[in-house]
């Protein structure tokens, strides 16, 4: 079985920093290595993804509005695996291609909310290709779309140390946009007194805006921001942490930083939006919070939580293992038909 994998191109696979599609990616393409599949990744040239690779650019392009550039990698990387027994997308703009070329054997998984614009496309991808959602609560808000399987990401527990949370710092660690809530995690720190500090993705002029705007006058009084943080000091500093200040004002799909934080035992405060709920046990691996004033309350209660279970949820429920199997169990599926 030669499965070819097609990552989108804005970022390498793994990524450096920022990058939680790239992430899931690479984690499922070594998962299926090491199961003993013929992985070939469609991507760019600065991937490191120890699997075989094929491209056309040598570097990452444009960003998740850019069109052309995901048409022509979508184009290009369609013709590249035409070898491969089945190809998993996970691009937007590349399932409409597959179709038009014909291409049997696909699998695309949607990894934005299925609902608003991109309802009728996934509507119509799931009547002709089978759509795997990345949450129930993803699902959920489209009811139209033929959600073939749930699959929640996962993680290589073994590469996220437990950490003690010696910090004494509460850690907001995301892309800094509104509805990642940035500047109400400086909001909440502050009523708390706990210091805060931020690690963001600051790359886009939306993201630069909101940070000059709202983000940048709070800064100060324990208040620090970081930049885009990686590797491992991005494992340090989860581990560290008190906890996981993630004031989510939107559905996210799912939320790989909620689990990386559990995975170091490190618990998260969150709102009950999107898959949150389906991450986070409340009054077990962090607290789920109606409001403002309830996440202030809820990090008073920190020492109630164990930091080991934190972890453990992470080993028994979003292990990279399960994320692999969940998906092989698929491919095998679809291949028989």
């Given at each position: 079985?030669?499965?070819?994998?097609?990552?989108?191109p804005w970022l390498p696979v793994p990524p450096?920093?920022?990058?939680?599609?790239?992430?899931?990616?690479?984690?499922?393409?070594?998962?299926?290595?090491?199961?003993?599949?013929?992985?070939?990744?469609?991507?760019?040239?600065?991937?490191?993804?120890?699997?075989?690779?094929?491209?056309?650019?040598?570097?990452?392009?444009?960003?998740?509005?850019?069109?052309?550039?995901?048409?022509?990698?979508?184009?290009?990387?369609?013709?590249?695996?035409?070898?491969?027994?089945?190809?998993?997308?996970?691009?937007?703009?590349?399932?409409?291609?597959?179709?038009?070329?014909?291409?049997?054997?696909?699998?695309?998984?949607?990894?934005?909310?299925?609902?608003?614009l991109l309802a009728p496309v996934y509507r119509?991808?799931?009547?002709?290709?089978?759509?795997?959602?990345?949450?129930?609560?993803?699902?959920?808000?489209?009811?139209?779309?033929?959600?073939?399987?749930?699959?929640?990401?996962?993680?290589?527990?073994?590469?996220?140390?437990?950490?003690?949370?010696?910090?004494?710092?509460?850690?907001?660690?995301?892309?800094?946009?509104?509805?990642?809530?940035?500047?109400?995690?400086?909001?909440?720190?502050?009523?708390?007194?706990?210091?805060?500090?931020?690690?963001?993705?600051?790359?886009?002029?939306?993201?630069?805006?909101?940070?000059?705007?709202?983000?940048?006058?709070?800064?100060?009084?324990?208040?620090?921001?970081?930049?885009?943080?990686?590797?491992?000091?991005?494992?340090?500093?989860?581990?560290?942490?008190?906890?996981?200040?993630?004031?989510?004002?939107?559905?996210?799909?799912?939320?790989?930083?909620?689990?990386?934080?559990?995975?170091?035992?490190?618990?998260?405060?969150?709102?009950?939006?999107?898959?949150?709920?389906?991450?986070?046990?409340?009054?077990?691996?962090?607290?789920?919070?109606?409001?403002?004033?309830?996440?202030?309350?809820?990090?008073?209660?920190?020492?109630?939580?164990?930091?080991?279970?934190?972890?453990?949820?992470?080993?028994?429920?979003?292990?990279?293992?399960?994320?692999?199997?969940?998906?092989?169990?698929?491919?095998?599926?679809?291949?028989?038909?």
């Amino acid at each position: 079985m030669r499965i070819g994998v097609l990552a989108p191109p804005w970022l390498p696979v793994p990524p450096t920093s920022y990058g939680g599609i790239e992430a899931a990616v690479d984690l499922l393409v070594r998962g299926l290595t090491q199961q003993g599949v013929d992985v070939v990744l469609w991507t760019v040239g600065d991937s490191s993804a120890p699997v075989p690779k094929r491209y056309a650019v040598q570097s990452a392009v444009g960003d998740m509005n850019s069109l052309p550039e995901e048409l022509a990698h979508v184009a290009l990387g369609y013709a590249a695996l035409a070898d491969c027994d089945l190809v998993h997308d996970h691009t937007v703009a590349g399932p409409a291609w597959s179709l038009s070329v014909g291409r049997r054997c696909v699998v695309t998984t949607c990894h934005a909310p299925m609902e608003g614009l991109l309802a009728p496309v996934y509507r119509e991808y799931s009547w002709r290709l089978p759509v795997i959602a990345i949450s129930h609560d993803q699902a959920s808000r489209a009811p139209e779309v033929r959600v073939a399987r749930v699959i929640h990401h996962g993680i290589d527990v073994g590469r996220y140390p437990p950490g003690t949370g010696d910090g004494e710092y509460l850690l907001f660690l995301g892309r800094m946009a509104p509805e990642k809530g940035a500047a109400e995690a400086v909001q909440v720190a502050r009523a708390t007194g706990m210091p805060l500090k931020i690690a963001a993705k600051m790359r886009d002029a939306d993201e630069q805006e909101y940070f000059a705007s709202e983000v940048e006058p709070l800064l100060g009084g324990g208040v620090e921001y970081l930049g885009e943080v990686g590797g491992d000091d991005k494992l340090r500093l989860l581990g560290a942490a008190r906890a996981l200040l993630n004031p989510i004002r939107w559905p996210e799909p799912f939320g790989m930083v909620m689990i990386e934080a559990l995975a170091c035992g490190t618990p998260v405060v969150t709102y009950p939006h999107g898959a949150a709920p389906e991450i986070v046990d409340d009054g077990k691996t962090g607290f789920l919070c109606r409001d403002h004033a309830g996440m202030v309350e809820a990090l008073a209660d920190l020492d109630t939580l164990d930091r080991q279970v934190c972890r453990r949820t992470v080993v028994e429920r979003f292990s990279a293992e399960a994320m692999v199997a969940a998906h092989l169990e698929l491919y095998e599926q679809l291949l028989c038909r």
